[in-house]
């Protein structure tokens, strides 16, 4: 994985000025607390800290990421802090950049990933204001946008208070369960000239609290109830990426003799070849995983998403219920991300991979074998190269195009079938976006893929074209920076979700389903794709239409990548989804 290396861009002239201002101390706070990357899209209400990060530090450690839209840079932050789990630095401009931005807050609040915002306002004393333009850029309370949806805001009101809040910030988004915090910056106190730098803290005093352990009576009991249970099922929810905790995970389950389900929305968690694997990865459960978890006696749910809405879904589920989860620390009256309230027979306040290591040891199972990264392993044979493309030939010829490369799917569309392709690894997919907003994929993508940039893994992503497009822009970015990364458009040309559900309502009204298309359709004319990316500097490639097509267009898009290009193919593919997603977003039930 990327240690910071400096991208090879926007390298400054060297400053010698004299004089202390207050950014200054700001961006040496960022250095200190190793904040590798700034992204941000420019603005007024920061110029003093834009100039400190460019001129005091030289734009290096932490370097900025320029972004052609907010919600990009908000983006880029989550997809980075899904392969690391560390936060990236992201700076809005005033009001209005955080409320550009606000949709990717969300998103990575829902997915439970740390993000440090930065934004700035003022002057905050009215008689120093500019006409017109600052008092249009100040709010009174600025963060009261985004209160319901980060873990802690402030705007400190002197330069002694920005410190401590800035160190705040950081242990509180770094401690479980993480998400993003936003600190609000007076212009007015970045740009004071101060005499002398005040003394920086020591940053090794001011780290995330040690993990929260579960009782030892919890553990016991969990211990007790899953070493005779005759039908154990594990659900495989928001555990770590850490090789380590995968390997136990696999021998306690084998050690178990349990049965596991995982959940696409979440990212890899456990092996979906392995022998004890059951279901599939999906947004909704499918009928095999809710006869498991009908058969089941006892449940240990490590943080799964969303516990009583799948058991809902399984029907007449009689088993006793371990939870392993802190998020409920996060929930407030807002926003319903925590989902309905499940029925628990047993709830380990603590995170979900403590919870397996304190239940393992009680039980005597061992450390397991770690994962190595192997090649892709997709699940679908090959299509024949003349067969048009459908969101399953597509996963097939996918997996003939990436025979024997080493990928990390960053990003999967709403369609895209779970039995299609198998994770063996932690960061063989990464999951979804946590708050269901589109328009988030490209900056996720580059992101993880500035992430993965010194690793042997290659960032793929397959987009919806209506993902795509919301975001295009951020792709000049990855372009600008030489992030490389194969993202492949499932494009139908279509906002085809919600052609779901206008054939629902026709259905249901007695309306004629021929309809549907009518307001969702993205054609007339058509959008060239691959034009869009060449646009903002990526390769394009397409649009092709059959399966023997994107195969050649994948490998000649994985060579491009190995080259150090981002590459984006246009895959026209039939509008549709697989059943089991269709079944999951028309279910009254």
Not at 98 to 117: E, K, S
Not at 262 to 279: E, K, L, M, N
Not at 371 to 393: H, Q, R, S, W, Y
Request: with cysteine.
């Amino acid at each position: 994985m990327s240690e910071g290396i400096p991208l090879p861009v926007e390298r400054p002239v060297s400053s010698d000025s004299l004089g202390v201002w207050g950014s200054d101390v700001f961006a040496d706070m960022l250095r200190g607390l190793g904040v590798k990357y700034v992204a941000l899209n420019p603005g007024s209400s920061f110029r003093g800290l834009h100039d400190s990060l460019v001129n005091h530090l030289g734009n290096e450690d932490p370097q900025m990421l320029l972004c052609l839209h907010e919600e990009h840079a908000v983006a880029i932050a989550h997809g980075y802090a899904k392969v690391t789990g560390e936060p990236l630095a992201v700076i809005l401009h005033s009001n209005v950049g955080l409320m550009h931005g606000t949709m990717a807050i969300f998103n990575a609040w829902c997915d439970r990933v740390p993000v440090l915002i930065y934004g700035a306002t003022g002057p905050v004393d009215a008689a120093l204001r500019r006409p017109w333009i600052d008092w249009l850029h100040t709010c009174r309370d600025q963060a009261s946008m985004i209160r319901n949806y980060v873990k802690w805001d402030d705007q400190p009101g002197s330069m002694e208070a920005a410190l401590e809040s800035m160190l705040r910030a950081d242990v509180i988004a770094r401690s479980e369960p993480k998400g993003p915090t936003y600190v609000n910056f007076d212009v007015s106190i970045q740009e004071k000239q101060h005499a002398q730098a005040p003394a920086l803290p020591d940053f090794a005093r001011y780290q995330p609290p040690l993990p929260a352990a579960p009782s030892a009576e919890g553990v016991a009991r969990a211990a007790d109830l899953l070493k005779n249970a005759k039908a154990p099922v594990v659900l495989a929810g928001r555990v770590s990426r850490d090789p380590a905790d995968w390997a136990r995970r696999v021998a306690f389950v084998e050690g178990l003799g349990a049965k596991v389900l995982t959940d696409i929305r979440i990212g890899a968690s456990f092996p979906t070849d392995h022998p004890r694997h059951r279901g599939k990865p999906a947004f909704f459960i499918d009928d095999a995983a809710g006869a498991v978890l009908r058969e089941a006696d006892v449940i240990l749910s490590l943080d799964w998403l969303d516990v009583a809405g799948t058991l809902k879904l399984a029907g007449e589920v009689t088993a006793q219920v371990i939870q392993a989860s802190l998020d409920y620390q996060l929930h407030n009256g807002w926003g319903m991300e925590h989902q309905a309230l499940p029925a628990l027979d047993l709830h380990l306040a603590c995170g979900p991979d403590v919870a397996m290591h304190a239940i393992a040891d009680a039980l005597g199972v061992g450390a397991g074998e770690m994962p190595g990264d192997l090649p892709v392993k997709p699940a679908l044979n090959a299509p024949d190269a003349d067969v048009e493309l459908d969101i399953m030939t597509l996963a097939g010829a996918l997996g003939e195009g990436l025979e024997g490369v080493c990928a990390s799917f960053v990003r999967l569309p709403l369609g895209w079938a779970g039995e299609a392709w198998h994770f063996r690894h932690p960061l063989d997919f990464l999951g979804s976006d946590g708050g269901a907003g589109i328009g988030s994929g490209p900056g996720m993508l580059i992101g993880a893929a500035l992430a993965l940039k010194d690793s042997d893994r290659l960032p793929v992503a397959v987009l919806g074209d209506g993902d795509f497009m919301m975001a295009a822009s951020a792709f000049w970015t990855a372009a600008h920076y030489g992030t490389p990364f194969l993202a492949v458009v499932s494009n139908n040309r279509s906002f085809y979700n919600d052609e779901v559900h206008q054939e629902r309502v026709a259905v249901a009204r007695n309306r004629p389903v021929e309809n549907k298309w009518i307001g969702q359709r993205i054609g007339d004319p058509d959008i060239d794709i691959a034009g869009v990316a060449r646009a903002q500097g990526c390769e394009g490639i397409g649009p092709v239409f059959t399966a023997g097509e994107l195969v050649e267009a994948i490998k000649q898009g994985v060579e491009m990548v190995r080259a150090g290009k981002s590459v984006v193919i246009d895959a026209r593919v039939q509008p549709g989804y697989n059943p089991n997603m269709v079944a999951g977003l028309t279910r009254s039930d």
